[in-house]
T-cell receptor, first 115, second 112 residues
Framework: GNSVTQMEGPVTLSEEAFLTINCTYT??????LFWYVQYPGEGLQLLLK???ADDKGSNKGFEATYRKETTSFHLEKGSVQVSDSAVYFC??????????????WGLGTSLAVNP | DAGITQSPRHKVTETGTPVTLRCHQT?????MYWYRQDPGHGLRLIHY???????DKGEVSDGYSVSRSKTEDFLLTLESATSSQTSVYFC???????????FGPGTRLTVT
């Protein structure tokens, strides 16, 4: 079945450092891919998405490119801020036996940015 | 804002008692999901619904039941709470024509 593997954290960076959080997937067909962010004490928020190969999703300075050849969707940001400290989740679209929609989730990567 | 509320936001209960968590949405979305979030386990799907009275089990459904008698409400019931069900519970809705999900603020449940 479909699955998502996300790099383990925690990741600790200094402000203005470059961020990469790796996400790879296993899937049949042509899934959509997502990054969600969870700030402390809050629910998850959609950060960005890509629905087909070579699509680049971007939002708030974060980017991720859907790479079918490497089955990856790595999250990047050129210069992180303290306010980016959060947990980041990679997710993959899936269908159940009745063609109902679900997401398959990575385990999350905690990011801490120090001033 | 997808108009999702969860109640209660915090609850402490004793082992063996029944507990019902409520998820309410205001925008008539077809898909609704219940997850639990625990350290080291990420987000795990408990049950989901794809319409009124249409529900199915997720990966960690044992000890939980759900009901959806109206489009706007999706209830999660722990019939007899156990300490292993101490967790943060999130409800999400799925947008029409998309796989995107939008999350409620969560319910922190402690079973003593």
């Amino acid at each position: 079945g479909n699955s998502v593997t996300q790099m383990e954290g925690p990741v600790t960076l200094s402000e203005e450092a470059f961020l990469t959080i790796n996400c790879t997937y296993t899937a049949t067909g042509y899934p959509s891919l997502f990054w969600y962010v969870q700030y402390p004490g809050e629910g998850l928020q959609l950060l960005l998405k890509a629905t087909k190969a070579d699509d680049k999703g971007s939002n708030k300075g974060f980017e991720a490119t859907y790479r079918k050849e490497t089955t990856s969707f790595h999250l990047e940001k050129g210069s992180v801020q303290v306010s980016d400290s959060a947990v980041y989740f990679c997710a993959l679209s899936d269908l159940d036996a009745g063609n109902n929609r679900k997401l398959i989730w990575g385990l999350g990567t905690s990011l801490a940015v120090n001033p | 804002d997808a108009g999702i509320t969860q109640s209660p936001r915090h609850k402490v209960t004793e082992t063996g008692t029944p507990v019902t968590l409520r998820c309410h949405q205001t925008e008539n979305h077809r898909y609704m999901y219940w997850y639990r979030q625990d350290p080291g386990h990420g987000l795990r799907l408990i049950h989901y619904s794809y319409g009124v009275k249409d529900t199915d089990k997720g990966e960690v459904s044992d000890g939980y039941s759900v009901s959806r008698s109206k489009t706007e409400d999706f209830l999660l019931t722990l019939e007899s709470a156990t300490s292993s069900q101490t967790s943060v519970y999130f409800c999400a809705i799925g947008l029409k024509g998309s796989y995107e999900q939008y999350f409620g603020p969560g319910t922190r449940l402690t079973v003593t």
